[in-house]
């Protein structure tokens, strides 16, 4: 599965360097999530790495229990099972004509008694040429020369729900349809007999080449769709992962920043016309649940165009005639398993929260594509709150280059673990790394007994916790910029940086530049260089 490059305005390179696609600490914007890749233009990104997000997925059992639900999958099982002890099957192993009728019952495609509607008995035909082509029914010829299927290896512990097993069976069917949803929406239109004579044969080497190239944009355009919903999953509130078709299309077509022309909004009307097919037949699997394109949307009059996506906004059920579409839980295993197949870091998350509390903390502070809420929510479920403070609170400690990101997170995981890990809190209130954060904290609580920390003590927390915003934000302009109006330099700013800058930490003189470039107000800037130099000088 070829990694996503999304469009983007080809920010300069000046704008702020970025090491990969897709960082955790990317903004979100309105539309799930803001996917660029930010700082580079669009030669950078063949040579950039693309980060996924972590997903959340049910147990592999559960997620068994999902793909057996899935109609077709569930008839290529019954199917299977159907053929038992050997069924007789013509030379290129599909049913014989007596048995289409019975095997289109079996599944209830069709009544009991009467007359086998065609369609019914061909969904039954496609069902046992999944059942083949997953192994679930094995092929093969008599001594007398009669060709018979008989059911295969996997049958039985698929039909008792192994999870390896139907698991496996499952994504290699997702991967079945796929291919031929794409090769589906590449055929081209009939146009009639081919004429014989001079040039028919380079016709048909053209007609070929063309065929493949649109095989070829049809993958690129439904594997980008895929991660893209992937992101978005990832991302999204609960109940919140149904997207627009027109919002999946507009985030594939519309550059970054930019709002839609009128060329681009036919762009995305054909964006949404290619995709519709391909995202119904994943749907027959389980990938998705979909709501296709309401099809009276396209029966204009003849030299009328078709409808697009407008700017003008639509009701729910207006809105939802253009499509919408949700990648299910197996989705998300499906698309993941085809990343890795393919050589990406797309983590689960709770990966980082099943060791220790030095592990979590390291773990969240090292890793690029990681979601630190998530990891610490898994961490601290179950947990004892005042044993959890505690190892927390003696992982955060160290004068290391993430110790102050380290001794945030632990502060975020405090207030999971919420009143109960009180007592571990007070047992720090002297030590001078983690004692005024458990300041800061304790106060958050409610609690009202709190001790005032000494002038050294409060400097130097200053210190830590605005290092801790630099380590997370990655130099968020305007995050930092906010926090900086909030220091207290109490209306003298040449005492208070005389105060700060000697302060014995290890991001003393980072802290004091980005205030220096940062502030608004020009002279207390200049105050905040010239105690960055001293700082700098010092050491």
């Not at 069976?169 to 090769?183: F, H, K, N, S, Y």
């Not at 499509?323 to 990966?351: N, S």
């Not at 929260?353 to 773990?363: F, H, V």
Request: net charge negative.
């Amino acid at each position: 599965m070829a990694g996503r490059r999304r469009k983007n305005a080809g920010a300069s390179a000046g704008e702020g360097a970025a090491e990969a696609v897709l960082p955790a600490d990317m903004e979100l914007q309105d539309l799930y999530g803001a996917f660029a890749a930010h700082g580079l233009d669009d030669e950078d990104l063949d040579d950039a790495a693309v980060l996924v997000p972590p997903v959340k997925l049910p147990a592999e059992r559960e997620l068994a229990e999902h793909a057996k639900a899935v109609p077709m999958f569930g008839y290529a099982l019954a199917l299977a099972r159907w053929a038992a002890p050997h069924r007789a099957v013509d030379e290129f192993g599909d049913l014989v004509e007596e048995d289409r009728a019975p095997a289109t019952r079996l599944l209830g495609l069709a009544p009991a008694e009467g007359e086998v509607p065609e369609e019914a008995e061909v969904e039954a035909l496609r069902a046992w040429s999944l059942a083949c082509d997953l192994d679930l029914v094995e092929l093969g010829t008599t001594a007398a020369g009669e060709h018979v299927a008989v059911p295969g290896p996997d049958l039985e512990p698929a039909e008792q729900g192994d999870p390896d097993t139907v698991l496996e069976l499952w994504l290699t069917a997702a991967g079945i349809v796929r291919e031929l949803a794409v090769e589906a929406d590449s055929l081209p239109e009939e146009e009639g007999e081919g004429e014989a004579g001079e040039g028919a044969a380079e016709e048909d080497e053209d007609g070929l080449n063309e065929v493949e190239e649109a095989r070829d944009a049809a993958a690129e355009l439904l594997d980008e769709a895929l991660q893209v919903l992937y992101e978005t999953t990832a991302f999204a509130e609960p109940g919140n992962e149904t997207v627009p078709l027109g919002v999946l299309a507009a985030l594939l077509v519309v550059p970054e920043g930019e709002e839609p022309s009128e060329e681009l909004l036919g762009d995305i009307t054909d964006v949404m016309v290619a995709l519709d097919p391909m995202l119904g037949d994943l749907a027959e699997l389980g990938l998705l649940d979909y709501r296709p394109i309401d099809p009276e949307l396209f029966d204009e009059e003849e030299g009328e165009e078709p409808a697009v996506v407008g700017e003008a906004p639509l009701d729910e059920e207006e809105s939802a005639r253009f499509g919408l579409v949700r990648l299910t839980p197996l989705g998300q295993y499906g698309i993941r398993q085809w990343l890795l197949e393919d050589g990406y870091d797309a983590p689960l998350v709770g990966e980082l929260a099943q060791g220790d509390a030095a592990e979590l903390l390291r773990g969240v502070c090292e890793s690029a594509n990681v979601l630190p809420e998530e990891e610490l929510k898994v961490w601290v479920a179950g947990r004892e709150p005042v044993a959890a403070a505690r190892e927390l609170l003696a992982a955060a400690r160290g004068a290391d280059g993430y110790a102050p990101l380290r001794r945030m997170l632990s502060v975020a995981a405090l207030d999971l673990l919420g009143p109960g890990a009180e007592p571990a809190v007070r047992e720090v209130l002297d030590d001078p790394e983690l004692g005024g954060a458990a300041r800061a904290w304790l106060a958050a609580q409610g609690a009202s007994d709190v001790p005032v920390p000494d002038r050294a003590m409060a400097l130097w927390t200053v210190v830590d916790t605005f290092a801790a915003q630099l380590l997370d934000t990655g130099g968020d302009t305007e995050l930092l910029r906010e926090l900086i109006t909030d220091l207290p330099v109490n209306g003298d700013p040449a005492a208070w940086f005389g105060e700060l800058w000697r302060v014995d930490h290890p991001y003393t003189a980072d802290v004091l530049e980005a205030i220096g470039e940062l502030h608004p107000d020009r002279a207390l800037a200049k105050e905040a260089r010239k105690a960055a130099f001293k700082a700098r000088s010092r050491n």
